[in-house]
T-cell receptor, first 116, second 111 residues
Framework: GAVVSQHPSWVICKSGTSVKIECRSLDFQATTMFWYRQFPKQSLMLMATSNEGSKATYEQGVEKDKFLINHASLTLSTLTVTSAHPEDSSFYIC????????????FGDGTRLSIL | QQQVKQSPQSLIVQKGGISIINCAYENTAFDYFPWYQQFPGKGPALLIA?????SEKKEGRFTISFNKSAKQFSLHIMDSQPGDSATYFC??????????FGTGTSLTVIP
């Protein structure tokens, strides 16, 4: 089945640090990747939609200068949390949809980000 | 505005019992309805999905029932097992567009 790899799985860093999270589609080409944030015991909140070769589309309330998204190839999208602060601590999950636009979305295993 | 409403928030079922989770939607343009299973610290994994041209889909112990006129769909887990204990999310989307997720149901299957 389709596999999406997310790295790192867990990161702890000091306040003010920038953190990059990678999302790779391993066995298919993904035109579109999605980035979600999930708080404990809550649903997935879509942060942005990333299309290969173009600028990401951010959901209302998500700071694009804070959460930088790059989708430079059909198999890789990155989310950089810039100058992270404790309130950015969360579980970040990416998903990918193949180039044919077929559903479903395939999810990575998430990144637990803890900012001290 | 919650595009997809999910209930119950939590569910406790005895081993061997049937777990039922319900979802409702408003947007008639939705044409794809997946269910995802999520274990703690992991990303959601696709369990089963249905399109509105069928009323039921079964895969092993998991069944989706779909009522287009009522704009409702539900997940039935037959012969529930402790290993099924997880959070379940329903979702809905229209082709090529984003997924809208329900609020999740925490299922606990007790031995």
């Amino acid at each position: 089945g389709a596999v999406v790899s997310q790295h790192p799985s867990w990161v702890i860093c000091k306040s003010g640090t920038s953190v990059k999270i990678e999302c790779r589609s391993l066995d298919f080409q993904a035109t579109t990747m999605f980035w979600y944030r999930q708080f404990p015991k809550q649903s997935l909140m879509l942060m942005a939609t990333s299309n290969e070769g173009s600028k990401a589309t951010y959901e209302q309330g998500v700071e694009k200068d804070k959460f930088l998204i790059n989708h430079a190839s059909l198999t890789l999208s990155t989310l950089t949390v810039t100058s992270a602060h404790p309130e950015d601590s969360s579980f970040y999950i990416c998903s990918a949809r193949d180039v044919r636009g077929h559903q479903p979305q395939h999810f990575g295993d998430g990144t637990r980000l803890s900012i001290l | 505005q919650q595009q997809v409403k999910q209930s119950p928030q939590s569910l406790i079922v005895q081993k061997g019992g049937i777990s039922i989770i319900n979802c409702a939607y408003e947007n008639t343009a939705f044409d794809y309805f997946p269910w995802y299973q999520q274990f703690p610290g992991k990303g959601p994994a696709l369990l089963i999905a249905i399109r509105p041209d069928v009323s039921e889909k079964k895969e092993g112990r998991f069944t989706i029932s779909f009522n287009k006129s009522a704009k409702q769909f539900s997940l039935h887990i037959m012969d529930s097992q402790p290993g099924d204990s997880a959070t379940y999310f329903c979702a809905a989307s229209s082709t090529g567009n984003q997924f809208y997720f329900g609020t999740g149901t925490s299922l606990t299957v007790i031995p």
